[in-house]
């Protein structure tokens, strides 16, 4: 098992590393799916897949904590105009390698889960815009905003900076929902935001771009299902969100959270990355690391990591969140966790 002290305890280019690691090379075969109508909570899943442990440690952030959106760690990466602020909300958020956000949820039921996109592209630097990094996209609106509705308001207040590192960029997209059920993708392309917003966007997954992924399902005829019918089955961003979308139309109603949990995890297992499967041509492998379900209704976040037996989850209501509270994380990466482990977090200093 990692030490969460030892994440934090790493000389200052080594966290560089780290950060450009986190930012530059995102996990590019990820899967994210909102469960908006089947139960009385509102859930979303998502994968996390990587060629390697990202050394992922489930972090409790509270309100009041300093950001500054032109350093990457402790490299300035947006020398003028970069957007400084203090979060409003507290979060519980999965980070990576000790510096970053790609997956979490705010106190008000906001969540959000950050994916590769082979097509993102923020436009030329407008120094006339507050800036932001890349990687601090999804912080940024954990950070200010109660619904998706108000995240989507703050995006037109800032630029979101590419970033890179030995050549490699930060090719995002992003997918928000709230505890209304409301739901939003986010693309950058040519520099211009194309944002899908409703509650019927519970799926994403890789490229090719949004639009085109609809229209790739609506040429599907899923309409009379049974176990003979054909679906897409290899780890392709489009195979993956077809057969999502298909299980996600007939997973049954409940009013158990405990059973809609359980749904939401057999479709979101069924669209990982067995370790070793080639993603490319090259034969490189992005195998799925680790799970998360958030309960944007209770405020609950389950997690599953691959090589551990078990599932474990955590309540934000079980931890302070006013200004000056501490830093609380837990390290997943130990067999022995299991069920609630809400009371085992510990406190840290501040990851970025």
């Not at 440690?57 to 760690?73: E, F, N, Q």
């Not at 085109?212 to 290899?234: H, I, T, V, W």
Request: proline letters at 7%; hydrophobic letters at 40%; aromatic letters at 10%.
């Amino acid at each position: 098992m990692r030490s969460l002290s030892t994440l934090h305890a790493l000389p200052a280019i080594s966290v560089a590393i780290f950060v450009a690691l986190l930012t530059l090379f995102p996990a590019r075969a990820c899967t994210r799916v909102l469960v908006n109508e089947n139960s009385p909570s509102v859930l979303v899943g998502r994968t996390m897949d990587w060629p390697e442990s990202t050394m992922p440690v489930l972090t409790v952030l509270p309100r009041g904590m300093p950001r500054d959106g032109g350093r990457l760690g402790p490299i300035v990466v947006v020398p003028e105009n970069a957007l400084k602020w203090n979060s409003k909300y507290g979060s519980m958020v999965t980070t990576l390698y000790g510096v970053g956000t790609a997956d979490g949820f705010n106190e008000r039921g906001l969540g959000m889960h950050l994916l590769y996109s082979t097509n993102c592209d923020f436009g030329p630097r407008d120094t006339s815009r507050p800036g932001i990094q890349a990687g601090l996209w999804g912080q940024y609106l954990l950070d200010n905003a109660a619904t998706v509705s108000e995240a989507l308001a703050l995006l037109d207040k800032v630029q979101f900076v590419m970033v890179a590192y030995r050549g490699h960029e930060a090719k995002l997209h992003l997918a928000i929902e709230d505890a209304s059920g409301d739901s939003a993708i986010v693309e950058y392309i040519d520099g211009k935001s194309i944002i899908h917003h409703g509650r019927q966007y519970r799926v994403l997954t890789n490229d090719p771009d949004y639009a085109e992924q609809l229209k790739l399902l609506a040429a599907q005829d899923f309409s009379k299902p049974s176990r003979a019918m054909p679906l897409p089955g290899n780890v392709h961003p489009v195979d993956r969100f077809q057969r999502a979308s298909y299980f996600l139309t007939f997973l049954p109603k409940t009013d158990s959270e405990r059973q809609a949990v359980a749904g939401l995890l057999a479709i979101i297992r069924n669209v990982s990355v067995p370790f070793g499967v080639p993603y490319n041509e090259d034969f490189d492998t992005y195998q799925t690391e680790y799970r998360t379900v958030m309960d944007l209704t209770s405020k609950r976040y389950f997690f599953e990591l691959t090589t551990s037996p078990n599932v474990v989850w955590a309540d934000l209501g079980g931890f302070s969140l006013a200004p000056g509270s501490p830093v609380m994380a837990l390290d997943p990466d130990d067999i022995n966790l299991t069920g609630n482990v809400t009371k085992q977090f510990k406190e840290i200093s501040a990851p970025y």
